[in-house]
């Protein structure tokens, strides 16, 4: 097995993996989430169509009953799938309203989406017509275009197929260039740079190769020659698939890493928040469970199930204000500082303080009053909110009861001379 070969193998097993990574949201998913379906559709067609380009099952089709089948059943799938990425194109603009002014590429792309499914049935109809009438398939090949350099009917039949999937390249390579640039986000503008480069690969891969088909028609190429220039582009075109197939996962496997930030969270934020809502068990919309059970209530996403939590630890902050001494929060940063020369530890060390403090001053039956001082909080936006608690809730787990017992202590001190010096 050449080192080509192998890397058939691994690119075909890539782009199985994705496609069967990519299956349950495209069969399962919202059935108005064409976006998804139309990739999954250009990674199955792609996937079967690599196996098909692999040593073992190119040699058993080519040497089957019909001669050179593992061909035509490839360019069967890649039209197939060419078409699906074309739908994708369509897809990943979204939708405008019918009144309003849509952009000129988009037009575009609708267009050609509709041209691409008369131009994919012509295709096919016409590349089974050319294989078995022109096609020269006396004798298996293994290597397609360089066993049949210089034949003009194979030539005819790949110029056919090379014009469809060179077409459908520039139209992605040039669409993907404009969606790249319009992206915001990293991980999208990332992903749709790869499948852009990929395509430009694509379109380099088509015309070298119709050339070279054409040229040899009129002076034919050494064995040896067709045979060199065969696996580079092959190889080329392996890179291609590898950009491809990685730069269109690249978006979901952002939405995979947002995920597990927000099962992480969860899992850190769960203590304490049990513990707040233990103590107000009217506050949550259903009662504090085990961190198991909680993780798997798949009713509520993990992204607002954490905003709820964050929320409810903010709101049973605000609570506890009423139960303790207004020295709380000074008391609770001298804990934090002598724990601490860090100040980026300290201040969540200080919330953590004040918490368990506040938790046992209401535990211990002291009675709502005024609002004491609390630390001012300077989140930025939601996710900054949640990075700040959980912060908190990591010192919180390093604050034991005696502790928390010795800063209220000390607050309740402090509280006491103060009101003895101003009576």
């Known amino acids: 097995m050449t080192p080509l070969d192998l890397a058939g193998y691994l690119i075909a097993g890539l782009m199985t993996a994705v496609a069967l990574w990519r299956m349950p949201a495209a069969l399962w998913g919202d059935e108005e989430d064409r976006r998804r379906r139309a990739l999954w559709g250009c990674y199955a067609g792609f996937a079967i169509a690599l196996w098909t380009k692999t040593e073992a099952v190119r040699i058993g089709l080519n040497n089957s009953a019909v001669t050179d089948l593992a061909v035509l059943i490839k360019h069967y ?27 000129r590429h988009v037009r575009f792309a609708r267009l050609v989406q509709k041209l691409a499914a008369k131009a994919s049935v012509a295709t096919l109809i016409l590349l089974t017509v050319l294989f078995f009438t022109v096609v020269d398939r006396s ?65 380099g891969y088509t015309v070298s190769r119709t050339l070279f088909l ?25 890179v291609l698939f590898a950009f491809f197939a990685l730069g269109a996962s690249v978006p979901a496997f952002a939405a995979g890493t947002r995920r597990a930030r927000l099962w992480r969270a969860q899992v850190r934020l769960h203590a304490l928040w049990y513990e707040l809502m233990t103590a107000f068990p009217d506050q949550p919309f259903d009662p504090p469970a085990s961190l198991g059970r909680e993780l798997t209530r798949f009713n509520v996403p993990a992204d607002l199930r954490v905003d709820r939590w964050a929320a409810d630890i903010a709101d049973a902050a605000e609570k506890l204000r009423h139960y303790v001494p207004d020295g709380l929060l000074a008391a609770a940063g001298r804990a934090a500082a002598r724990d601490t020369d860090d100040p980026r530890r300290a201040e969540p060390l200080t919330d953590a303080y004040w918490i368990r403090a506040a938790l046992l001053a209401k535990d211990s039956g002291a009675p709502a009053g005024g609002a004491a001082t609390v630390a001012a909080q300077h989140a930025a936006d939601q996710d900054g909110e949640v990075a ?36």
């Open 139 to 203: 004798e298996p090949s293994d290597r397609f275009v360089s066993d049949h350099a210089g034949e003009w009917g194979a030539t005819l039949y790949m110029s056919v197929f090379y014009l469809y999937l060179g077409a459908a390249s520039a139209v992605c390579a040039f669409q993907w260039a404009l969606a790249t640039l319009d992206a915001r986000r990293r991980h999208l503008r990332i992903g749709l740079g790869m499948m852009t480069f990929a395509m430009f690969i694509g379109v």
């Open 77 to 103: 799938t890649a039209t197939v799938a060419i078409l699906a990425i074309l739908s994708y194109i369509v897809a990943i603009y979204g939708s405008y309203p019918e009144a309003g002014a849509v952009p």
């Open 388 to 423: 700040r608690l959980v912060r908190v809730a990591a010192a919180y787990r390093t604050v034991d009861e005696e502790r928390a017992r010795a800063v209220l202590a000390d607050a309740t001190a402090e509280a006491a001379r103060t009101a003895g010096t101003s009576s």
């Open 214 to 238: 054409w040229i040899s028609v009129v002076d034919e190429p050494s064995e040896a020659f067709a045979l060199r220039f065969d696996q580079i582009t092959e190889a080329a075109q392996l």
